[in-house]
């Protein structure tokens, strides 16, 4: 295991640490526990948005967290859930008397503890909480049934759910819109990625699965999930050609729409390569008649050291757009 | 060799090509010579701030091309330095009328280039040309006697020259100051870093060297120039330390100092081990007596897909202090 770390058992306790030290001045957390993060900067009469999962992935969830996104994370061990304990705790810090929304991915653990939290603020604090799940990732199941639930994992889409949803709150709308609109977000985006690479959770040390050297695994989850086929490296254009293709035709995105672009490393892929997806993503669109309305490249949602990346497309309306372009300043994230 | 290319020849322009996609509002390029990166955005009688280099280290060199930071960077292919001729282009594009600032790393390809395309402009075009070399890598070289040029190597710390540079040429200072000023930077500015792994340049399609898997190189450069010592790996908490050390006595830094701090992944890291060193970083400066200013934590400057970090601290100063808060709106990186 090559990280640098100190003893795997402080890793959590230490990365907070060091989070809220360079952060300060931006983010503090709840009842001294480092993991119930929340931002120093409340509105009153907003609603207010809490996510919360495993760590391991930085940016996601905790990055978040900030002026015109998220008000709060639960954040839990590597690739674990936190408790429902702490969503609570956040849920009432994060209350600014209009409500709380949870937007977490679709993961049991994650569900169950948020789940527990929605019951334990209506039943002793009164807080009104609503929900809406990211199960965005088009390899790890096949679309749900209507009105039934989705079986999909959550992956770095949930990025544009933030991000609507925090725009819609910011513009302080009341909490059946800013979950209405976390929905449609939810509803319209899609995410394919692809591993080219294992990565080791600190605590357990090696690698629980691997990748050959010529070999790269199509829709492999954030967590090393067995993605839908595993084959020779192929080239730049190919990949994005064949995880194009399966996000396209899911929704389906099809002529005349306009979408945003998320291309997200997954942790060691570098930034030059994203880009090199990029463009062929444009070359794609261009020749479907889909308009780019905007893209963002660069480490979103990762995967500890895993190599790869992911694209995530949202369809945007003339609803979304004005919130996909509000500002946001957290320490991980800035748009102007 | 794992990644996610297509044929390596067309690496460079592939990459390009993304970036201008992604940014077409903020960033273009000069005489359709996709290396030849300007920003979109000028503003007449203000200092023309350039930089250049390889490719390879993203978001360094292009990534720092925006409002209140640079306005061109010459764009070399993976670890090469850029021509003279396209340097010159760029100058010509940049300037507003003020003259030109050359910011680049102390490196002999981009010298030789960046020396020439100072006297291309000053002969050809009459425009008024300084330089500043980025030469922060305490492990490459002993300091410099006085007079004397350094013959260190300029790694990340040259973000925090561009940033006081950036910053003095956006509240409109002449020439003379933004040079004097980004002079003043270099000159307080240190850098150590450390490598667990190699890199590939994608012409080349295998390390050039290999680091064993429970060693690191302490002061490896960000080509894989040689460190100044090889040995096992150690905890995070001990890297630190001796980093600190060499930086710390270096200039020195001392009591009642303040600094602003860089903490830069060098590609592979993750974000949460940066953070981990950020911690120890700021232990050891309480115990100093050295306050921190303001911390950076991120890929600042990276060596394609090696792991390791850097620390760079900046010794500030009433003067420079506004500049490193000014807001800053570039592609790869926003302050606000």
Redesign the interface.
């Known amino acids: 295991m090559?990280?640098?770390?100190?003893?795997p058992e402080n890793?959590l306790k230490?990365?907070?640490?060091?989070?809220y030290?360079?952060?300060q001045d931006q983010v503090t957390c709840v009842n001294d526990d480092l993991q119930c993060y929340v931002t120093k900067n409340k509105t009153p009469g907003k609603v207010g948005i809490s996510t919360g999962g495993g760590?391991?992935h930085?940016?996601l969830f905790l990055g978040y967290v900030g002026d015109g996104m998220l008000d709060g994370c639960a954040v839990g061990d590597v690739f674990q859930s936190p408790s429902a304990e702490q969503m609570f705790e956040i849920t009432k810090d994060i209350d600014q008397g209009a409500g709380v929304l949870y937007i977490y991915g679709n993961y049991n653990g994650d569900i169950f503890n948020f789940d527990m939290a929605t019951e334990m603020a209506d039943f002793e604090e009164n807080i009104q909480v609503t929900t809406v799940l990211g199960a965005d990732d088009v390899a790890s199941a096949g679309p749900s049934a209507p009105g039934e639930k989705s079986t999909r994992r959550g992956v770095a889409g949930i990025f544009f759910v933030y991000k609507c949803a925090g725009a819609a709150a910011a513009k302080m709308y009341d909490l059946e819109t800013v979950t209405r609109i976390a929905q449609k977000a939810a509803d319209n985006v899609r995410t394919m990625g692809?591993a080219?690479?294992a990565c080791v959770v600190p605590r357990v040390g090696k690698a629980g699965f691997s990748i050959e050297?010529n070999e790269m695994e199509i829709g492999m989850g954030i967590h090393g999930e067995t993605g839908i086929r595993r084959g020779q490296?192929e080239?730049?254009?190919q990949?994005t050609e064949e995880m194009m293709q399966q996000i396209l035709a899911d929704l389906p995105y099809v002529e005349g729409d306009e979408v945003a672009v998320l291309?997200n490393g997954l942790?060691?892929?570098?930034?030059?390569?994203?880009?090199?997806?990029?463009?062929k993503i444009?070359a794609i669109l261009k020749e479907k008649g889909i308009k780019?309305y905007r893209?963002y490249?660069?480490?979103y949602a990762?995967a500890?050291?895993m190599?790869?990346?992911s694209i995530s497309l949202l369809k945007v309306d003339e609803e979304l757009k004005p919130l996909i372009d509000y500002p946001v300043?957290t320490p991980?994230f800035?748009?102007?």
Chains 1, 2 share one sequence.
């Open positions: 090559k990280k640098i770390i100190n003893n890793y230490e990365m907070l640490e060091g989070i030290i360079a952060h760590s391991g930085l940016p692809v080219l690479s050297e490296l080239s730049a254009d990949i291309v942790g060691a892929t570098p930034l030059d390569e994203q880009y090199i997806v990029t463009r444009d780019a893209y490249v660069g480490e990762t500890l050291e190599s790869g990346v300043n991980f800035k748009q102007m």
